[in-house]
């Protein structure tokens, strides 16, 4: 069998973690040794989410609570999940953080997705805010955008305050 070299597009923190194991001189031979072919008797793929953190879940996370990291790391390692916030939360933590967190807060942030809030999320996050208000409950702006950017982009959320998310489009990850 012969093999043709090709260049590979890696997210920056699993190349860190090929270069822990193997050294940054040995990542293509890592990569070719580890390499996995599937077969017909592997079960089928689980389908690949992409899970959209709340302020909670990277908090506890960022100060290393609930065992969120370790959580966050399986996602993503093991189970090949998209982790993803929102430009509303990034600004909350930075809000909120302590002044000697900055440098980890930036780098923990550094291998999210980000989603901005365009005209379509704002006009659907008002549209919820309103439908509720009409129903008796009130939710907080930011929450009804979150759950606008959740929805739109095909995200399962992951928060601790399930009650501020009572939308029944938006599907919520099970956090232990």
């Known amino acids: 069998m012969r093999y043709k070299r090709a260049h590979v597009l890696l997210r920056e923190g699993l190349v860190r973690e090929i270069d822990a194991l193997a050294g940054r001189r ?44 370790e959580l966050l790391a399986q996602l993503v390692r093991e189970e090949g ?27 923990f942030l550094a291998d999210f997705l980000c989603f901005i809030i365009d005209q379509t999320i704002a006009r659907a996050s008002g549209h919820f805010k309103a439908q509720w208000a009409r129903k008796g409950r009130t939710l907080a702006i930011v929450d009804c ?27 919520l990850y099970p956090l232990p």
């Open 26 to 69: 040995g990542r293509s031979a890592f990569l070719v040794k580890n390499r996995r072919r599937r077969s017909s008797s592997d079960p089928p793929p689980a389908q690949k989410m992409r899970i959209l953190l709340d302020t909670t879940v990277l908090l506890d996370a960022l100060r290393a609570r609930k065992d969120r990291r």
């Open 81 to 107: 999940h998209e982790l993803s916030t929102t430009a509303l939360k990034i600004a909350e933590l930075y809000a909120g953080m302590r002044p000697r967190e900055e440098r980890g807060t930036a780098a």
């Open 145 to 171: 955008t979150v759950a606008a950017v959740a929805i739109h982009n095909q995200c399962v959320l992951a928060t601790d305050n399930r009650k501020d998310f009572p939308m029944p489009q938006v599907q």
